[in-house]
């Protein structure tokens, strides 16, 4: 089956070679970074996911000891590396060889080069983990990056959280512990814990690379510190799965555009006047936009124009930056280039099994994700509806006015023209491929069966729900952040402001949740990792909703845990431990975190038990078990 076609031998042994070094430099277990930032909390949540993690996947391996599915390519490949076999390939794999040169550096080190499918299938718990750790540092650094107030003061702010995020001890709080977890939970990444698939190695990478962005001290600093290990990395994710040049080329390239724009912009002169006329208002703003002050506001007091005039002024300040945005972009322009060069050369995106693999316009894609985010993320997003339907019936309930009318007008406008647009792409672009409905072992093959293929109709029902999700989803984003630095008031906005802030050890500007230019990014990133897909496959839409959680705000929470009186004796002590259960519960923490922990649980109980226990066999293959999965 193993055939020797693409593979480059000398490129594996150096990818193997960086895969070490990155492992041994960036595992959550090093002793720098345990001796930096040691937390109970933290020790706690790597000890409780790594019981379930390796719960499932001893259970798997009981059940199921032989390769299933996918495995059938994907192991033999792995231990032909194991064996040294660098020059062999499968061409029925489509994807670069990065999941087998880790787990064959993993297997060399734990096993002494032992590569059973128990011992490869173990892999992918080590990059479970490195998912929680990658994800609890990325939300921690999302928080500290999120700011607003004075440009100056706002970017020396942050640059002095990226020093002490850097170099001395940060906790993590409740919140973000709690975030990261329950992104290791998520069912997609948790089920293919147990299994040698691609999917949680490419995520914990793409993670990774974003974690790199986000703490690359140089971004704030007016430096280029740190793009070379974007670059580097960037690349090793691409040996992962070839879609997550969209992630770490276009989503960190867009992100990397509006920040440096927004870094780099220069204060209003003195003598600028108040435009009146329309004209006048046009010159104002596109001034102001060359000077790099964009119009990326705040999520929870953006409308539509927002979206549109914070396209237009990133486009204008870009366009006036030309050099200096160049020299922050090169590691991403790299990467599409070394993406653009490997598909010259290859002849196509996917290795192997081309013909059933060719990219088609399919944007329905961007219509599933929607329910599929909705339905995971449910803890999250119900209270936000349930809040927002309170607040709607409540302005149902005013008297009408102009301006008021004029909204309703505005919002049915808005729906009529989604709807619309919604309706033509189901008519004219709903692909259903062949894979879909051949395959009764995953969950994809029943959703499509019961929904849009049970009556012509169905799928136009649909329409309103994928809107109403994705507003839902978008309203998620919107929720008030969890906590806010003090402001200070410093008159003073010079180059000293930084020492300032170094002596006083003290956040000057209030914390912020997404912004227009992050929807904006996120939207075109994910949008042309889908479209391009005529598959459904659920493990698509992984990133997207990892990248989304992550951003998620808080909602509002104590800061610190409450100190009850020390009173000595048992009373004193259910005290304490009523203060701290009522602080990790609601008081200090984020309610719903519990709740989607428990869903996500009860989801993975299910998916799990129907994988080992309710097999069942094809007509076609007698003594052979098929089980369901993602």
């Not at 019981?51 to 059940?63: D, E, I, Q």
């Not at 329309?278 to 964009?294: A, L, M, N």
């Not at 809040?387 to 005013?398: A, C, D, V």
């Not at 729900?465 to 978008?474: D, H, N």
Request: aromatic content about 16%.
């Amino acid at each position: 089956m193993l055939a020797s076609s693409m593979s480059l031998p000398w490129a594996n042994k150096a990818l193997a070679c960086i895969a070490g070094s990155l492992v041994m430099l960036d595992t959550p277990f090093s002793p720098l970074r345990l001796l930096k930032s040691f937390q109970v909390s933290v020790l706690l949540a790597y000890v409780a996911l790594y019981g379930l993690a390796n719960f499932w996947l001893g259970h798997v391996t009981k059940a199921v000891r032989e390769p299933y599915l996918d495995e059938v390519f994907h192991i033999p490949q792995a231990q032909a590396y194991c064996n040294g076999r660098y020059d062999v390939w499968d061409p029925k794999l489509t994807t670069p060889p990065g999941l087998y040169i880790f787990s064959t550096l993993y297997a060399k080190l734990s096993t002494y080069g032992k590569c059973s499918p128990a011992v490869l299938r173990s892999f992918n718990v080590f990059a479970l983990i490195m998912v929680f750790s990658y994800a609890c540092d990325c939300r921690a650094l999302i928080a500290r990056t999120k700011s607003r107030g004075t440009p100056g003061l706002r970017d020396a702010s942050i640059a002095f959280r990226m020093q002490s995020w850097a170099y001395a001890h940060q906790k993590i709080s409740p919140d973000e512990i709690h975030t990261a977890l329950n992104v290791a939970l998520f069912p997609l990444l948790f089920f293919f814990s147990g299994l040698f698939y691609t999917d949680v190695l490419s995520t914990c990478v793409v993670l990774r690379v974003y974690r790199l962005f986000l703490e690359r001290r140089g971004a704030y600093q007016n430096t280029s510190e740190g793009l070379v290990w974007l670059y580097l990395t960037g690349v090793v994710a691409l040996w992962m799965r070839q879609t997550n040049i969209f992630w770490v080329a276009v989503f960190m390239g867009g992100s990397e555009v509006v920040r440096t724009i927004d870094t780099n912009q220069t204060p209003n002169p003195a003598s600028e006047g108040t435009p009146h006329t329309w004209r006048d208002i046009g010159v104002f703003y596109f001034k102001r936009y060359t000077r790099g002050q964009i119009h990326d506001v705040s999520l929870n007091i953006a409308g539509v124009h927002d979206f549109i005039l914070c396209a237009i002024s990133i486009a204008v300040a870009a366009m006036f930056q030309p050099i200096l945005l160049l020299t922050r972009l090169w590691p991403y322009i790299g990467l599409l280039a070394s993406f653009v060069g490997f598909v010259v050369w290859n002849g196509g995106v996917v290795l192997g099994d081309k013909a059933n693999h060719v990219a088609t316009i399919h944007f329905p894609q961007m219509l599933y994700i929607w329910p599929f985010i909705a339905f995971f993320s449910a803890p999250l997003i119900v209270p936000v509806g349930i809040t927002f339907l309170k607040r709607f019936l409540k302005l149902l309930s005013l008297p009408l006015f102009p301006r008021l009318v004029w909204q309703y007008l505005l919002v049915a406008t808005y729906s009529g023209l989604a709807l619309a647009a919604t309706l033509v792409i189901i008519k004219f672009n709903t692909i259903i491929h062949p894979f879909t409905l051949a395959d009764n072992r995953h969950y994809m093959f029943y959703v499509f069966r019961y929904t849009i293929l049970k009556h012509p109709l169905v799928r136009y029902i649909l329409a309103p729900v994928y809107l109403i999700c994705g507003y839902l989803v978008y309203l998620t984003l919107c929720s008030q952040s969890s906590t806010s630095s003090p402001t200070l008031k410093y008159k003073d906005h010079s180059k000293d402001s930084y020492d300032q802030l170094r002596r006083q050890g003290k956040a000057t500007t209030e914390s912020e949740g997404p912004t227009t230019s992050f929807v904006l990014i996120l939207l075109i990133t994910t949008a042309l990792s889908l479209v391009t897909a005529p598959l459904v496959e659920p493990r698509y839409f992984i990133i997207p909703w990892v990248i989304w959680q992550l951003n998620v705000p808080s909602l509002p929470s104590q800061s610190s845990p409450p100190k009850p009186g020390t009173g000595a004796g048992p009373q004193g002590m259910s005290e304490k431990m009523m203060a701290w259960v009522k602080f990790w519960g609601w008081q200090g923490h984020d309610y719903r975190l519990w709740l989607e922990t428990a869903w996500f649980l009860i989801i993975n109980a299910v998916t799990g038990y129907m994988f080992l226990y309710r097999g069942y066999e094809w007509k076609q293959e007698p003594g052979n078990v098929q089980r369901f999965m993602w």
